[in-house]
């Protein structure tokens, strides 16, 4: 059964920094596309980013480009996100999200629960 | 204001149909795959229908999707209270090189 558990999420200030982490299971991680999506408190889902399985492309939202940096470490089976110079339009609720395509990039399939940043002074 | 225009609500009683539209552009929708998520309340968002059209396994086929030229729809029929849920349709912008989201639409099962 494939599993994605996100972590690292917590309330840091604005202009702060934070990395998120997903730990991948039951799935051969280094051959798919992964995701991060986000959803604030009471709205929709908005795509983040992604990076294709071998690391070699990524793909940034116009909202955190420049700012957030996606990675991978296939030996580990492990997804990031890094958030830098954060601000309150970043609170939001942030999904770790496998991708169907192997060696391709195709669509979202399997979700994690999530992680909670909050950002507030 | 998202990209792909969504109704933010919709509502039916038990064992009726309804359809939720999504609208878009030639760079996204017009051109590309269109997918539906389905969002129970405080749950994860769970893949409903894939390429336009296609159900994973597990999925009734009491919901259907369907595209023609820069609009999408899911359709459901036989209502059933376990529907109430938010309804996302996505898709890849090939201008913006990036996923775009619906706002969303929240179904209510009266």
């Known amino acids: 059964e494939v599993q994605l558990v996100e972590s690292g999420g917590i309330v840091v200030q604005p202009g702060g920094s934070l990395r998120l982490s997903c730990a991948a299971s039951?799935?051969?991680?280094?051959?798919?596309?992964m995701h991060w999506v986000r959803q604030p408190p009471g709205k929709g889902l908005e795509w983040v980013s992604l990076?294709?399985?071998?690391?070699?492309?990524?793909y940034y939202a116009g909202s955190v480009r420049g700012r957030f940096t996606i990675s991978r470490d296939n030996s580990k089976d492990s997804l990031y996100l890094q958030m830098n110079s954060l601000t309150t339009e970043d609170t939001a609720l942030y999904f770790c999200?496998?991708?169907?395509?192997?060696?391709?990039?195709?669509?979202?399939?399997?979700w994690g629960k999530g992680t909670t940043v909050i950002v507030s002074s | 204001q998202s990209v792909l225009t969504q109704p933010p609500s919709a509502s039916g009683t038990p064992g009726q149909g309804v359809t939720i539209s999504c609208s878009g552009s030639?760079?996204?929708?017009?051109?590309?795959?269109v997918y539906w998520y389905q969002q129970l309340p405080g749950t994860a968002p769970k893949l409903l229908i894939y390429?336009?059209?296609q159900r994973p396994s597990g999925v009734p086929d009491r919901f259907s999707g369907s595209k023609s030229d820069t609009s999408a729809s899911l359709a459901i029929s036989g209502l059933r209270s376990e529907d109430e849920a938010d309804y996302y349709c996505?898709?890849?912008?090939?201008?913006?090189?990036?996923?775009?989201f619906g706002g969303g639409t929240k179904l209510t099962v009266l």
């Open positions: 990076i294709t399985w071998d690391g070699g492309s990524t």
């Open positions: 999200v496998k991708d169907d395509g192997f060696h391709i990039h195709y669509y979202m399939d399997v």
């Open positions: 390429r336009n059209h």
């Open positions: 030639t760079t996204n929708i017009g051109t590309n795959y």
């Open positions: 039951g799935f051969s991680f280094g051959d798919y596309t």
């Open positions: 996505a898709t890849w912008d090939g201008s913006l090189s990036g996923w775009l």
